[in-house]
């Protein structure tokens, strides 16, 4: 079956500072993948998604990039700011024909930034 | 335009009774999905539907579980004689159809179990 997995949290950064948060993927087929943000009170959000091999995916100035040798989609941020303190979720979907496509997530990793 | 609607957004109930959990998908979307955030299984999927059918049941946790859609609109996820592990944020989303289109959250019903 599917599954992914993604770093423990909580991770704690300084504003500026560099973000990884790994996530790498396990799929039968060729799943299409995608990182959701949950913000505190909040609904889940797309953040960015990426649909084949070598696809990035962009948004707010996180990237990610789907990469099938390695089996992952790697979540980057060159300089975070307080306003990304949140929950972030690695996930994917199904592509077979048919597929309802429901997503499998990661176990989340909160982040907190400090000013 | 208005996004995916959950009532309650909050429901504490006893062990044992019935719930009836509500959603609201995002008109003219065909597909709605129905997932559960625990603490102990994360964010795990329950079923979902394509217009008013639900062809795999199989992600419901047990047979306390069902869940209906009519008119292709709104839809209710029932639990029935309720335990304390199902205590959870049940979160539910729609999408334009099945398939590779983005699924759109609502802010989800927390279920607390006493």
């Known amino acids: 079956g599917n599954s992914v997995t993604q770093m423990e949290g909580p991770v704690t950064l300084s504003e500026e500072a560099f973000l990884t948060i790994n996530c790498t993927y396990t799929?039968?087929?060729?799943?299409?993948l995608f990182w959701y943000v949950q913000y505190p009170g909040e609904g889940l959000q797309l953040l960015l998604k990426a649909t084949k091999a070598d696809d990035k995916g962009s948004n707010k100035g996180f990237e990610a990039t789907y990469r099938k040798e390695t089996t992952s989609f790697h979540l980057e941020k060159g300089s975070v700011q307080v306003s990304d303190s949140a929950v972030y979720f690695c996930?994917?979907?199904?592509?077979?024909?048919?597929?309802?496509?429901?997503?499998?997530f990661g176990s989340g990793t909160q982040l907190t930034v400090l000013p | 335009g208005a996004g995916v609607s959950q009532s309650p957004s909050n429901k504490v109930t006893e062990k044992g009774k019935d719930v009836e959990l509500r959603c609201d998908p995002i008109?003219?979307?065909?597909?709605l999905y129905w997932y559960r955030q625990s603490l102990g299984q994360g964010l795990e999927f329950l079923i979902y539907f394509q217009g008013n059918s639900a062809p795999d049941k199989s992600g419901l946790p047990s047979d306390r579980f069902s869940a209906e859609r009519t008119g292709g609109s709104v839809s209710t996820l029932t639990i029935q004689r309720t335990q304390q592990e199902d205590s959870a944020v049940y979160l539910c989303?729609?999408?334009?159809?099945?398939?590779?289109?983005?699924?759109?959250f609502g802010p989800g019903t927390r279920l607390t179990v006493t």
């Open positions: 989303a729609s999408s334009f159809r099945t398939g590779n289109y983005e699924q759109y």
């Open positions: 996930a994917l979907s199904d592509q077979d024909a048919g597929s309802a496509r429901q997503l499998t």
């Open positions: 008109s003219g979307h065909t597909a």
């Open positions: 799929a039968t087929g060729y799943p299409s």
